[in-house]
């Protein structure tokens, strides 16, 4: 009798423990990539990519093969798959020049099938109204994925944000989103990174909240308010080698809870699991090429990984039929309302090459080029006008603004819109805003120049590699060995063609040098002061010596005739300037001077320890510095004389 009645209770329990077991997946997996920029075309040359047939390119990317690869591994597994990216979705090739209007690459995001989006720091190179305009785009035509950023804050006293805390209000942006898949609760938060942030400066006035903190009151919420069982953190912070400027690593150590970080922002070719404090660390690499697939399980509340497989994004993959055809599409929209007026089309050859024009932290031949073209651009569109009397003698690019290589097909057949990659990022400020960086130019003084070229020997070492300087119209000669702040020795101003002349920085010549950049680096030349406790300031003047207070003003003018300033592109004067060499064998396109094929020896390290090299030109700086050794030395002499002659 007492057996009959345990019966049913046993099978009560048994029954309660099979629907928990039901109720909680025994895997998951999670489908991932990170700073994909408008690269929705294989590279390194466009030309080459065919999305429709395998096994005859060598392509790498493309987001017709990774739709592919979320259908493939969707329907390889019984259990939940999420689809997800860490941000930088945007900015990248000529897709993006109509992201306000149409919205490409978040309406493709939706129909590959990703559950979750972060904002990364590219995402407000449009500024705040930009990415609104790119939301309610896509809302429009009902195509856009969950976006997460739980760290902005929008400033009241301020308007130019309001349409993007509009935006967040309805809820077109999250904080955070949780889903219900199988039984498990799963929270999901996006955040932006310290440098990140340090690098968005367009979208000002949106501020970003510590990223940790963030983190902490998200992991609180989602645990204990929102009762999620897993919690995925989206961080547009990154990884890197050095341990305390690893942020997603600091995030893992410093924020228990977390139980996996899906990271972007340092486009890190990551290809096994980060385990740090119980929390899972994935990265997969850039621009498209690599998707991660991390299968895991939650064994007593921890996240383990059961396997991790990163996918190269090749020619083995055939490319979604659906997505191909939407991008196709947008490609013949980037010609019709971008490059007819500039009578250009999206695959038209512009140039053969025999060689890649790489980037490099050191002097590179692509760095060489894109400087080259700024200066030759300006000074072609204002030649014969009165500001044309004072040419630009020296130009600045980083290779933080160089995005790609160009490297031409199979043929050496360089397009449109490979030369477009190479330098695609910025957005005007002209009225309506016009997309492309524009160029500035300016006067400073010898000693300011020097100043800006020591940026390659103090800011880039601290800061990483797209700190480093390209240039144009002078050569340097640097000793990393001297005094931080004064280790450019020598500095020659000229051009390969005409020779270079020696630069008097020393004796206070105050003979004006005319230079220019984008705006975006140009800013970045005039505030670097604040960077060096103003050891390295640098003030902007026009041709009379008056100070500049606001680069805006000195955009270079493409047709003075106009009201206005008609802004001067940057990636339109490196797309003339190619178009401009000559045609070398007779086919009717330009061909890539050999001049470009190496370094040109712009910038020359030599090291030394020689007391002579270590201070000859030195600035206050170097003497500052040598007279503390002198009195520490003095010091030291005095104590060990005083110790000798006690005994």
Known sequence: MKRTC???????????????????????????????????????????????????????????????????????????????????????????????EKAFELRLLKQMGYDAVALGNHEFDLKPDGLTRILTSAEKQNQIPTILCANMVFDADDSDDDSLKTAFDR??????????????????????????????????????????????????????????????????????????????????????????????????????VLEVNNTLIIQAWHYSKQVGVLDFKLDEDIARPI??????????????????????????????????????????VVAHTEFELGIETQESNLGNLIADSIRWYINRTESGTDTGKHPVQVAFISNGVIRDPITGDRKGAVSVSDVFRAIPLGIGFDKPETMGYALVSFFITPVELKKAFEILTSIYPLKGSDYFLQFSGAKIATNPNRMIFDRVTHIEIGNEEDGYTPLDYLSGNNKLIRVAADIYNATFLKVVGDFTWHILDIVPKDRHGKPIDDLKSVRVDANADLAGIQELKEWQGVMTYIRSFADTDGDGIANMPEKYRQQLGRNVTAASWNPYHLLKGGTKVTWIAFSALMGVLAIFAFLVRLIFFRK
């Open 6 to 100: 345990i019966i049913p209770w046993v099978m009560l329990i048994l029954l309660f423990l099979s629907t928990d077991i039901q109720a909680k997946p025994a895997a998951l997996t999670i489908v991932h990539t990170n700073d994909m920029h408008s690269h929705l075309l294989a590279g390194p040359s466009n030309l080459d990519y065919t999305p429709g047939q395998s096994d005859d390119d060598q392509t790498v990317g493309g987001w017709a093969r990774i739709a592919t690869v979320i259908k493939s591994v969707r329907a390889s597994r019984n259990n939940p798959v999420l689809v997800l990216d860490a941000g930088d979705f945007l900015m990248g090739s000529l897709f993006h020049m109509l992201a306000r």
């Open 171 to 272: 809820g077109l942006i999250r904080a955070y989103t949780v889903m219900d898949q199988a039984g498990l609760r799963i929270g999901i938060f996006g955040l932006m990174g310290k440098d990140a942030a340090e690098v968005a400066p367009f979208a000002s006035p949106v501020e970003f909240k510590d990223p940790i903190e963030t983190a902490a009151a998200m992991v609180d919420r989602l645990r204990n308010t929102e009762k999620a069982d897993l919690v995925i953190c989206l961080s547009h912070s990154g990884l890197a080698d050095d341990p305390d400027r690893s942020e997603d690593e600091l995030l893992a150590q410093e924020v228990a809870g977390i139980d996996i970080i899906v990271s972007g922002h340092t486009h890190t070719r990551l290809d096994q």
């Open 307 to 348: 396997q991790y497989q990163t996918i190269r994004i090749d020619d083995k993959i055939p490319g979604d039929a659906q997505i191909s055809a939407q991008i196709q599409e947008a490609k013949l929209l980037i010609e019709e309302q971008v490059l007819s007026d500039l009578n250009l089309g999206f695959d038209q």
